[in-house]
């Protein structure tokens, strides 16, 4: 049974940080990553890293403001939202298994956590 596991995530005000983590039990993955959902917007990709070789990618709105890095030995995987901005403001996922395709593409994962609030103002 694979489980993805939410932590982190609140309010905070524009410009501030919010860190958020994310624990995976019942499998390992070569690909894992965060997605977000704002109100009445599709789910997009934020930042993925692929644990083998520890390659990172990054959506053009994050870049240089998120950083997402992971613990192998405890199979966790973080995001680090600095300077964040209003737009930012969605329910933040984390994602696993990759079945291939674009890596921003929601649909190409196969697991999936519950979802942790980010509220930017």
């Known amino acids: 049974h694979v489980q993805l596991v939410e932590s982190g995530g609140g309010a905070v005000q524009a410009g501030g940080s919010v860190r958020l983590s994310c624990t995976l039990s019942?499998?390992?993955?070569?690909?894992m990553g965060w997605f977000r959902e704002a109100p009445g917007k599709e789910r997009e990709g934020v930042a993925v890293?692929?644990?083998?070789?520890?390659?990172?990618y990054y959506s053009d709105s994050v870049k240089g403001r998120f950083t997402i890095s992971q613990d192998k030995a405890n199979y966790s995987l973080d995001l680090q939202m600095d300077n964040l901005k209003p737009e930012d403001t969605a329910m933040y996922y984390c994602a696993a298994g990759r079945k291939g395709g674009t890596w921003y593409w929601p649909g190409n994962y196969n697991y999936w956590g519950q979802g942790t609030q980010v509220t930017v103002s």
């Open positions: 019942g499998s390992s993955a070569r690909w």
């Open positions: 890293i692929f644990t083998g070789a520890g390659s990172t």
